[in-house]
């Protein structure tokens, strides 16, 4: 007989940029449980978020489905309607729901025998009773999750409603109490002596970028370099109460004993958000398809089969999650765009059947502001720039994008540089028309929508 299935701790972190954390090379972000949770299982160097952007890269994890297939391409918004922002082109209509008809994580594990339970943010349904408010109708109790909490924790979103707590500071050395956490904590508890599924879905490090931690933003202060917007001694200070959190999950899991028979996968929805962190040395961030903006933390441990201390350099994808669980917990899943990567779960030398990797973004950003934003999509420019219709396609080493407006193409060999700086669409033409005749014939096969030419 073969081993019985793990239990699954999934953590989304969101806007967490690739190069956040210190065991992915940041120079001073202090993020011990993240580095741990690496150092006892694998990091991975070319993980890929399904899109830029944080509601359709939610929606394609939890199905196994690109963003492009679901027709789920941006956020998801509190009412109908578009963006009318009278550029060449018009985008598809807002996308408010995931569609109950589509199968989550929970209603693949579930059959399985594994309890479900989602906590925190879940934005792929339209907001209900303020933002990011769960639906009643499309929220996780009804697609497939039996338990959990929207609640926000210590992140200042939940500043709305308790305004006094902003301007409550930590004690020096301490973290404000997050009750999102310590929900999940309970879950844990309550499942110990059954298989469970926890999705913890931290709202850290998304803005408005907010530290209780004042000796924490003192401590990062003094290690910015010359010349840094002070903003980033804050958002510096969430990175490291992100980490604390994941490191309260790890400590409960050890307390509870539940550590050896429990995989947990810990990434980011997309990229960091350009105003607050570097994605050095990849080029753009969220909001668009050059690698700043898709390519993120991913690091998994499973004690006894994954082994310690290792990294993968193979291409993955948010989309695989889901037949990597289900292959994992001998459950049962119908037709998804990931594949299962169980294999380089345990050996991180194994390699997958090379295929490609779609993106497809058909809308403007940002949505106010449009025309006052520089143009052009650097690298570490802490400046949010303008984003066009586009999509991607990642097939080896090499990577396409195409820029719908004015039919554009860029080529990039992601090996030689993974800064996307040096275009060889010119140079190799024949290379780039056959990529750009297999990203249009995916997104065709998908049923993608496109910007379409805007009325006069």
């Not at 993106?359 to 949505?367: L, Q, T, V």
């Not at 025309?371 to 990642?394: M, N, Y």
């Given at each position: 007989?073969?081993?019985?299935?793990?239990?699954?701790?999934?953590?989304?972190?969101?806007?967490?940029?690739?190069?956040?954390?210190?065991?992915?090379?940041?120079?001073?972000?202090?993020?011990?449980?993240l580095?741990?949770?690496?150092s006892?299982?694998?990091r991975?160097?070319q993980?890929?978020?399904?899109?830029?952007?944080?509601?359709?890269?939610?929606?394609?994890?939890?199905?196994?489905?690109?963003?492009?297939?679901?027709?789920?391409?941006?956020?998801?918004?509190?009412?109908p309607?578009?963006?009318?922002?009278?550029?060449?082109?018009?985008?598809?209509?807002?996308t408010?729901?995931?569609?109950?008809?589509?199968?989550?994580?929970?209603?693949?594990?579930?059959?399985?025998?594994?309890?479900?339970?989602?906590?925190?943010?879940?934005?792929?349904?339209?907001?209900?009773?303020?933002?990011?408010?769960?639906?009643?109708?499309h929220?996780?109790?009804?697609?497939g999750?039996?338990?959990?909490?929207?609640?926000?924790?210590?992140h200042?979103?939940?500043?709305?409603?308790?305004?006094?707590?902003?301007?409550?500071?930590?004690?020096?050395?301490?973290?404000?109490e997050?009750?999102?956490?310590?929900?999940?904590?309970?879950?844990?508890?309550?499942?110990?002596?059954?298989?469970?599924?926890?999705?913890?879905?931290?709202?850290?490090?998304?803005?408005?970028?907010?530290?209780?931690c004042?000796?924490?933003?003192?401590k990062?202060?003094?290690?910015?370099?010359?010349?840094?917007?002070?903003?980033?001694?804050?958002?510096?200070?969430?990175?490291?109460?992100?980490?604390?959190?994941?490191?309260?999950?790890?400590?409960?899991?050890?307390?509870?004993?539940?550590?050896?028979?429990?995989?947990?996968?810990?990434?980011?929805d997309?990229?960091?958000?350009?105003?607050?962190?570097?994605?050095?040395?990849?080029?753009?961030?969220?909001?668009?398809?050059?690698?700043?903006?898709?390519?993120v933390?991913?690091?998994?441990?499973?004690p006894?089969?994954?082994?310690?201390?290792?990294?993968?350099?193979?291409p993955?994808?948010?989309?695989?999650?889901?037949?990597?669980?289900?292959?994992?917990?001998?459950?049962?899943?119908?037709?998804?765009?990931?594949?299962?990567?169980?294999?380089?779960?345990?050996?991180?030398?194994?390699?997958?059947?090379?295929?490609?990797?779609?993106?497809?973004?058909?809308?403007?950003?940002?949505?106010?502001?449009?025309?006052?934003?520089?143009?052009?999509?650097?690298?570490?420019?802490?400046?949010?720039?303008?984003?066009?219709?586009?999509?991607?396609?990642?097939?080896g080493?090499?990577k396409?994008?195409?820029?719908?407006?004015?039919?554009?193409?860029?080529?990039?060999?992601?090996?030689?540089?993974?800064?996307?700086?040096?275009?060889?669409?010119?140079?190799?033409?024949?290379?780039?028309?056959?990529?750009?005749?297999?990203?249009?014939?995916?997104?065709?096969?998908?049923?993608?929508?496109?910007?379409?030419?805007?009325?006069?």
């Amino acid at each position: 007989m073969g081993a019985a299935p793990p239990n699954i701790v999934f953590i989304l972190s969101d806007d967490l940029a690739w190069s956040d954390l210190a065991c992915y090379g940041h120079p001073y972000h202090h993020t011990p449980n993240l580095d741990r949770l690496a150092s006892q299982g694998m990091r991975f160097t070319q993980a890929y978020a399904p899109a830029p952007i944080c509601s359709a890269s939610r929606a394609a994890i939890l199905t196994g489905k690109t963003p492009a297939r679901l027709n789920f391409e941006f956020v998801t918004k509190d009412k109908p309607g578009g963006q009318n922002l009278k550029q060449p082109l018009e985008s598809p209509p807002y996308t408010l729901n995931l569609p109950l008809k589509e199968t989550t994580l929970a209603e693949v594990l579930a059959p399985a025998g594994y309890a479900t339970g989602f906590y925190g943010k879940w934005h792929v349904s339209q907001h209900h009773n303020g933002y990011l408010g769960w639906s009643p109708t499309h929220g996780p109790l009804q697609q497939g999750f039996a338990e959990g909490t929207g609640e926000f924790g210590s992140h200042p979103y939940g500043y709305k409603a308790q305004p006094e707590l902003k301007n409550t500071p930590a004690a020096d050395g301490t973290f404000p109490e997050d009750a999102l956490t310590d929900a999940a904590l309970d879950y844990l508890k309550k499942h110990r002596d059954e298989r469970f599924f926890l999705y913890l879905s931290q709202y850290f490090v998304h803005d408005p970028v907010h530290s209780r931690c004042q000796w924490l933003i003192e401590k990062y202060r003094a290690k910015l370099p010359p010349g840094s917007l002070d903003i980033r001694a804050s958002y510096a200070a969430m990175v490291e109460t992100l980490d604390r959190l994941v490191g309260r999950v790890l400590d409960e899991l050890d307390a509870l004993k539940l550590a050896d028979n429990t995989l947990v996968v810990f990434m980011s929805d997309n990229g960091g958000h350009p105003n607050y962190t570097a994605n050095t040395p990849l080029r753009g961030s969220k909001w668009n398809l050059y690698e700043g903006g898709i390519r993120v933390p991913f690091i998994v441990r499973w004690p006894g089969h994954t082994p310690a201390g290792t990294v993968c350099n193979e291409p993955v994808h948010g989309c695989d999650l889901l037949p990597t669980f289900a292959e994992l917990a001998s459950a049962q899943t119908g037709a998804v765009d990931g594949v299962s990567i169980a294999s380089l779960l345990r050996d991180p030398a194994s390699k997958l059947p090379e295929r490609p990797l779609l993106w497809h973004f058909p809308y403007y950003h940002p949505e106010k502001g449009f025309a006052k934003a520089p143009s052009h999509i650097g690298t570490s420019d802490f400046v949010t720039s303008q984003t066009r219709p586009h999509s991607a396609l990642r097939l080896g080493r090499h990577k396409l994008l195409h820029f719908d407006e004015d039919d554009r193409d860029e080529l990039y060999d992601l090996e030689a540089d993974p800064g996307e700086a040096a275009n060889l669409s010119t140079s190799r033409p024949e290379l780039t028309a056959q990529l750009r005749e297999r990203l249009f014939s995916m997104l065709k096969a998908c049923g993608a929508r496109f910007a379409t030419p805007s009325k006069p």
